[in-house]
């Protein structure tokens, strides 16, 4: 196993045979995946590659040296390494051609509604991949979806568990990672929240929220290893409330609200409330929301 930065990587596809022997860095890294086999002429697929997972995950990946493509709705030209295909998961329009000779597909798409079906379109149309890579959210399987009013508020956590047994049945080799909230959806709430001249404020529901270019730098080390089912949870070092979180954003941005407790009824929300989103003992990130805030306010 070898351990190489962009620049050396770089370097060593001028030089094929060195490539193949070469068992010291060059430099000194500033970003490191370790290197399994050989990831120079792995072809890697990702969706969802211009967000806020997909984006820093292809980046990752072109620096460790593998051929990276993203799949995009609309044409674009390649850039700084990265090629992008048109391809349509809601229609299946494109797919196809978009996959072909995709060995490794790292699926970071998501939305708020029909990822069960995309994800069919997607390992059924993934002829020549050997290993799924999928981002999926700690409590997928443990937040109960009943009620129209548990779906109606935590059907995200259904609708993952439902594109994780696809990914499971496909017949291909797969790794599923879960991963807690990203800060970027934290910080897009509260500011949807303060928008309001009174905030409504869960009581009880807490969260773990993670940086998102640490579940990214996972997401491609898990790429460029072998098939692993079900790995150990990705979590944020901090646990807070709702309204910690909202008023800490408050703070940052100098508002001020107030906000009133609201309980939410349903078998999801108490599931939620007894901490089924939590991973206390996989709080393995290193960026808190404080940190986060500090960043981009």
Not at 25 to 30: A, G, S
Not at 157 to 166: I, N, P, Q, S, W
Not at 173 to 180: C, I, N, P, Q, S
């Amino acid at each position: 196993m070898s351990v190489f930065t962009a620049a050396e990587l770089a370097y060593l596809r001028t030089k094929p045979r060195l490539a193949r022997i070469a068992t010291v860095t060059l430099f000194q890294p500033r970003f490191v995946l370790s290197v399994k086999g050989d990831v120079m002429t792995t072809s890697i697929l990702v969706t969802g590659g211009t967000g806020t997972l997909g984006r820093p995950v292809a980046q990752r990946l072109r620096d460790a040296g593998a051929s990276v493509t993203v799949l995009s709705r609309h044409p674009r030209e390649t850039a700084e390494g990265i090629r992008y295909t048109v391809g349509d998961l809601s229609t299946g329009e494109g797919i196809e051609a978009a996959m072909r000779g995709a060995e490794v597909i790292v699926h970071c798409a998501g939305s708020s509604k029909g990822d069960e079906q995309k994800t069919r379109t997607l390992v059924s149309a993934a002829k020549d991949a050997r290993h799924i890579v999928l981002i999926s959210v700690v409590g997928a399987d443990r937040i109960p979806q009943v009620s129209a009013i548990d779906r109606a508020f935590f059907g995200y956590f259904g609708m993952k568990l439902a594109t994780e047994r696809v990914v499971e049945q496909s017949g291909i080799g797969w790794t599923t990672l879960r991963a807690t909230q990203f800060h970027d959806l934290i910080l897009m709430v509260a500011r949807a929240l303060a928008k309001l001249p009174v905030i409504p404020a869960p009581t009880g529901s807490r969260f773990q929220p993670v940086d998102a270019t640490e579940v990214a730098e996972r997401m491609a080390e898990l790429a460029l290893g072998e098939p692993s089912g079900l790995v150990p949870d990705l979590a944020g070092p901090k646990i807070y409330t709702v309204a910690d979180m909202v008023k800490s954003y408050l703070s940052a941005v100098g508002k001020r609200r107030p906000l009133v407790p609201v309980h939410i009824p349903g078998q999801a929300a108490k599931a939620l409330r007894a901490g089924a989103n939590l991973a206390p003992d996989r709080a393995v990130g290193k960026r808190t929301w404080e940190e986060f805030l500090a960043d981009r306010i």
